[in-house]
């Protein structure tokens, strides 16, 4: 197997594609996370960054907490639980297809936003998997297309995900001015103490949406955050970016080589280099 020579992580998941890899890729980092391949095609990443498809479906509320422990009693085998969920009336293939394959997309988002560290390979393990799976190269492509968009619309991805928003003092439903129906709950969700990051686990949306919406919060003042400082109490370095709308979002950009770096590294970052160490 030559995967494991390659320089970074979208290099690796392109030669396991090419060989037809069915299997566990696990990658060190922060937060890291794991990366679940089907005859070389992305199933499934499970990341601390980001929901999975099970708390998505279960935070949700669209499938009861009974109902999904019933089901996993009954087909304890994960890459065909979907299918015992479909069979039993519980969720739609199409509505589950899109839930699996967004989660893999967010999944590869979350894990770019920080450095990447070693990855090793094992041998398959149970997952509830997208049908048939995810292309290496567009998830590469996507990831480096969200990226890019939030470099742009605001700085620095990985500090995004830091902020810790503030309602505006009498902003709410009933301004004339206030949020789509859409954004309500996250706007529900700000209190000063969360993050994007918590805020996406508290609502079981993805974590890329979620950024996109506290935004577009924000370009309405409705909520605000100190940006002269991180979390951490050193300054920002992000470069604030004129403020444009993230609701109008720009067609994305056409697919380049991936870059090359040295081993160990993470999906593309917003400057076109690869993030991870």
Known sequence: MKAPSARNVPALLLGLREEGFSGTVRVSGHPGGTIHLR???VGAIETPGAPTVTSTLLTLGRISDEAWLAACAAEPDADRLGGHLV?????GAAELEVVCAAAVFDGAFAMALSALGRWELSD????????PGVEPRQLAEETSRRMTLLSRSWGAPSELTRVRPTVVTGSGPHRSDGPARRHQDILD?????RTPRDIAFKL????YAVMLDVMRLEALNLVRWDTTAAPDGRPSTAPRAPRTDPSTEAPAPKAVPLPKRRPGGGFPGADGVQMGG
């Open 204 to 207: 079981g949306r993805g974590l």
């Open 87 to 91: 069979a039993a009336g519980l969720i």
């Open 39 to 41: 005859n070389g095609l």
């Open 189 to 193: 969700s700000v209190n000063g103490r």
């Open 124 to 131: 398959r393990e149970p997952a509830l998997v997208a049908e």
